[in-house]
């Protein structure tokens, strides 16, 4: 959500830098991220002069991007057993931001890392909403709802965004507006009571229902606004700069005085290093990679892999249970999403 995100957790960053790929194919040119849904497949054979590597390695880093990225949410679900959620939330952005702030700063020098500030308030806006408003009301809410269903409403992210779209006054086909609709039934299904098989809190289920027009529209609103060209930049600091107002969140939250990090297990503990780690930089730099060398309209069928990756991990990991109710509402909204991303990038 995923990147239809934003380097980090991810339907949002992959949705942001599809359009960018697209760009750097055609003119060599790097550009502010695109929202989702303006993605349009380039079937291209050669990359910057570099011929297209073989199947095989596309498809493996392909696969590091469903399994990652889909695992993610059981990830945050282990890390929330013992760990501050908004606090969490936010060291993990400012660490993986920071790590990539200074590869940047080492590779390019300081000259290439300056910013305006219209540069770096939008970063801020949109790092808070990608950051606080999507991955950490995601991260509170899991203290209470299964991943698997987390990662289910997570995934109408796009649905969000062909909204916001067509408020912005973008004509949206007839076609594409039914599959909206019958994503959002399915979400609706998946909020049923007693569908998910157990008690699941309703302030938990309203928090990630809430994340996904923030992530959506943080999506959304990267696209066209005046943000550094340099896209590794550009996520680095709305990293930073969100993770620190997850920081201030959880603060505010009163999560500080409960941080004991005697009582952090070591399941929590890895949980949160495999965020960092391995959701915010192995899979993103795998990625970035199969972004430059596969058709956008391929990569783009990680927003709906990932969630079907989260339920499985979910039941098989943390015996979650998946009930009828929301298989049926996982078959909906998959398949509302992935017409959705199939059509808007052809």
């Not at 760990?83 to 590869?103: C, Q």
Request: hydrophobic share 55%; charged share 10%.
């Amino acid at each position: 959500m995923g990147a239809t995100r934003t380097p980090w957790h991810y339907p949002l960053m992959a949705l942001r830098l599809s359009r960018t790929a697209v760009a750097e194919r055609a003119a060599g040119a790097v550009e502010s991220p695109a929202a989702a849904g303006r993605i349009a497949a380039e079937p291209a054979t050669t990359v910057r002069g570099r011929e297209v590597p073989t199947n095989w390695l596309v498809w493996l880093c392909l696969g590091i991007v469903y399994v990652v990225w889909g695992s993610t949410y059981l990830a945050i679900r282990v890390t929330d057993e013992t760990m501050p959620a908004l606090l969490t939330a936010g060291a993990r952005f400012v660490v993986a931001g920071a790590i990539v702030y200074s590869v940047l700063l080492v590779r390019l020098g300081p000259a290439a890392l300056r910013v305006t500030r219209q540069q770096l308030l939008w970063s801020a806006l949109i790092g808070g909403l990608l950051v606080t408003g999507g991955n950490g009301l995601v991260m509170v809410g899991e203290i209470h709802v299964p991943s698997g269903l987390a990662a289910l409403i997570i995934a109408s992210v796009p649905l969000w965004v062909v909204l916001y779209r067509r408020i912005a006054g973008e004509r949206i086909a007839a076609g594409t507006l039914a599959g909206v609709a019958v994503g959002f039934a399915g979400v609706a299904l998946l909020l049923i009571p007693g569908g998910s098989g157990g008690h699941i809190k309703a302030i938990g289920l309203l928090l990630v229902v809430l994340a996904a027009p923030c992530w959506a529209l943080g999506s959304f609103l990267s696209s066209g606004r005046p943000l550094p060209s340099n896209p590794f930049l550009s996520t680095a600091l709305q990293m930073m700069i969100g993770g620190c107002i997850s920081v201030f969140a959880g603060v505010a939250r009163g999560e500080l005085g409960s941080v004991h990090t005697g009582a952090f297990s070591g399941r929590s503990l890895a949980g949160f290093a495999y965020l960092i780690v391995v959701g915010s930089l192995v899979a993103f730099t795998a990625y970035v990679w199969v972004l430059q060398h596969a058709p956008v309209s391929k990569v783009a069928t990680y927003a709906y892999v990932n969630p079907v990756i989260a339920i499985i991990l979910g039941w098989a990991i943390l015996s979650e249970r998946v009930t009828a109710t929301i298989i049926a509402g996982a078959v909906i909204v998959v398949a509302s999403v992935a017409t959705i991303v199939r059509r808007e990038s052809h």
